[in-house]
């Protein structure tokens, strides 16, 4: 007979089953962990790609600046890191805020602004982004 | 001060030892890179907003963007730029650190300290080199 922390299933009042469809206390399963991991990945990626941007708009004036953000190639990758910057930063904040804040009411308040503060970032680099390339 | 207040059942008030906290331990490589990897993210998150701000500024066109791009070129400027950029790497090393711990590997504790020395020394390195490069373009 399966047993879960020494409890015969007998006496368990779930299911295995039914345990595994439920996720967990947090009912979100392991998506939030794997979202983490693969976020940093590409976001270490994309670092590299931003370090070797950084230095190529340090001796750049406007219009070079404009012209190598404009760059298809350039632009898309600035986008896809933004979106990974994005998504990490705001499951790691998130993170912070469970942590810290016990405050039930301040605590979900928080993990909105969280959100939305996430998602503005991502949408403005976005928009100016586009702005810039569609410009040229 | 490992005590704490608390009230009893019947109102009164009693003081109950506490487990030990961060203020009871020697800091280890291992636990200063902890909560280093925790507030340059913490950081970071906000420092995103410069980022957008410097993009903001060269879609609005060369007005607005001068009086940006002045900004992240004055000393303060730079220094916050040289900031964010050694907390990027920091962060960035400290996260491969973790993804290492997460597929099973250094976890010994001399493994796990020689991986927090590593991480360091990387994050300085790669700000130095960032930053020698940049200056010389």
């Known amino acids: 007979m399966m047993k879960d922390n020494g409890t015969p299933l007998s006496r368990q009042h779930i299911t295995p089953l039914k345990r595994a469809r439920g996720l967990g206390t947090a009912h979100d399963g392991t998506g939030h962990f794997m979202a983490q991991r693969a976020t940093a990945a590409l976001s270490f990626i994309m670092l590299i790609f931003l370090a070797i941007l950084f230095v190529a708009l340090a001796g750049a004036d406007y219009e070079q600046a404009r012209a190598i953000i404009g760059e298809p190639l350039v632009a898309s990758a600035l986008v896809f890191t933004a979106a990974a910057f994005c998504w990490h930063m705001k499951l790691g904040m998130q993170v912070i805020i469970e942590d810290y804040v016990h405050h039930e009411l301040l605590k979900y308040a928080l993990l909105t602004a969280n959100l939305l503060f996430s998602a503005a970032i991502f949408f403005l680099a976005l928009i100016s982004i586009g702005r810039v390339v569609f410009s040229l | ?75 303060p400027g730079l220094v916050i730029l040289f900031a964010i950029t050694y907390q990027l790497f920091h962060h960035a090393f400290g996260g491969i650190r973790h993804l290492i711990w997460d597929a099973d590997f250094c976890f010994s504790k001399q493994a796990a ?18 930053w020698v490069l940049g200056w010389w373009t």
């Open chain 2, 1 to 75: 001060m490992s005590a704490h207040q608390v009230r009893t059942a019947n109102g009164r008030a009693q003081r109950r030892p506490l487990s030990p906290h961060l203020q009871i331990y020697r800091p280890s490589i291992t636990m200063v890179m902890s909560i280093l990897h925790r507030i340059t993210g913490a950081v970071l998150y906000f420092a995103t907003f410069l980022g957008v701000w410097w993009l903001m500024g060269l879609a609005s066109g060369p007005k607005y963007f001068a009086y940006v791009d002045d900004m992240f070129r004055s000393w």
């Open chain 2, 113 to 130: 300290e020689r991986l927090g020395l590593w991480s360091l020394l990387l994050a300085v390195a790669c700000t130095a080199l960032v």
